[in-house]
């Protein structure tokens, strides 16, 4: 059951990424930044689609976190880079070669082989507010690094920096998450009364902001690969700073999660190579990457085939006329 949840999760996550990113594609350059984005998005019912998709991700992941331990679910969740490039190839008809599969294979083992040998184990610490302020203060920084190189550069770019931004702030989330869970179960009224309730929300506000700017800023794979993988590690340094959860270091441990960091970072550094990253093609526009004229085309091959399909031969008289 964890196993399906969290997969279910992962897929809800890539389907929620390529809607919201239909849904904010063809808004104004001038709204980056800005709530107008955001207003922008929710006229468009093809981004309150990927809103709900969000929601049911949020329920299965949490669920399954509730059932199953962090380094069971977290691994699983990387899979969501493997729904995404075969939706863009399948239904958006996007051309894939080595450097999308290889590329988004080596990220997704990676990252499960790092949280598999290091099998981060569950903390019982109570994080004190020193804690929650030195991990609060480094997540600020983070994410206003991620703003401010996000300003310039090439789309891809900065579609990659407002994805790190943003898995840095639902990395917190998720911290708070895991706090506020606590006070729910001891009394669910005492959450007015703790501040990691409000800071759940503000971070989270935060996180969906940001992910629509990456969505809006550049290509769907640059934005999606730095959500998918800086989440969870940022999760598990948070689970160490402020939970004490524990990393196994000793023995061969240490080395084969060093190697497991390696390949995900050649992972990386293959997507951020690929087309669907850089959207230069041969005769390519800025608008090259842009999701919906691919899928009203491809939705309207299949309303022709099946119309097709449907008519009588022509030509063809029946017996006995």
């Not at 550094?269 to 850089?278: A, F, G, K, N, Q």
Request: aromatic residues 10%; charged residues 15%.
């Amino acid at each position: 059951m964890v196993y399906l949840l969290a997969l279910g999760a992962a897929l809800s996550n890539a389907l929620t990424s390529i809607l919201q990113r239909m849904g904010v594609e063809d808004a104004p350059e001038s709204d980056t930044l800005r709530f107008r984005l955001i207003a922008h998005a929710v006229r468009n019912r093809v981004w309150l689609a990927g809103f709900g998709f969000m929601v049911l991700s949020f329920v299965m992941q949490a669920t399954a976190l509730h059932l199953g331990r962090l380094s069971e679910v977290q691994p699983i969740l990387t899979v969501e880079l493997l729904f995404l490039v075969v939706i863009l190839g399948v239904w958006f008809q996007y051309s894939l070669g080595w450097k999308e599969w290889s590329g988004s294979i080596a990220a997704a083992l990676g990252l499960t082989g790092f949280l598999i040998f290091a099998d981060p184990g569950r903390g019982n610490g109570h994080p004190s507010t020193t804690d929650w302020m030195e991990v609060g203060v480094a997540c600020a920084i983070a994410i206003a690094l991620g703003i401010v190189l996000a300003r310039r550069g090439p789309r891809w770019w900065r579609a990659a920096c407002f994805g790190t931004a943003s898995a840095v702030a639902y990395a917190f989330a998720a911290a708070c998450t895991k706090e506020v869970t606590g006070y729910i179960a001891r009394d669910w009224v005492s959450i007015f009364w703790h501040w990691q309730t409000y800071g759940l929300a503000g971070s989270g506000v935060l996180a969906v902001f940001l992910a629509q700017n990456a969505y809006h800023a550049g290509p769907i794979a640059a934005s999606q690969s730095t959500l998918v993988l800086v989440d969870p590690v940022a999760s598990i340094l948070m689970g160490i700073a402020l939970f004490d959860d524990d990393l196994r270091t000793s023995g061969a441990w240490g080395p084969l999660e060093a190697l497991s960091l390696v390949v995900l970072f050649v992972g990386g550094v293959l997507l951020s190579h690929s087309p669907l990253i850089t959207g230069i093609r041969a005769g390519g526009t800025a608008d090259a990457d842009r999701l919906g004229p691919r899928f009203r085309r491809r939705a309207g091959q299949s309303h022709a085939s099946a119309a097709s399909e449907s008519e009588p031969a022509r030509g063809i008289r029946p017996c006995g006329s």
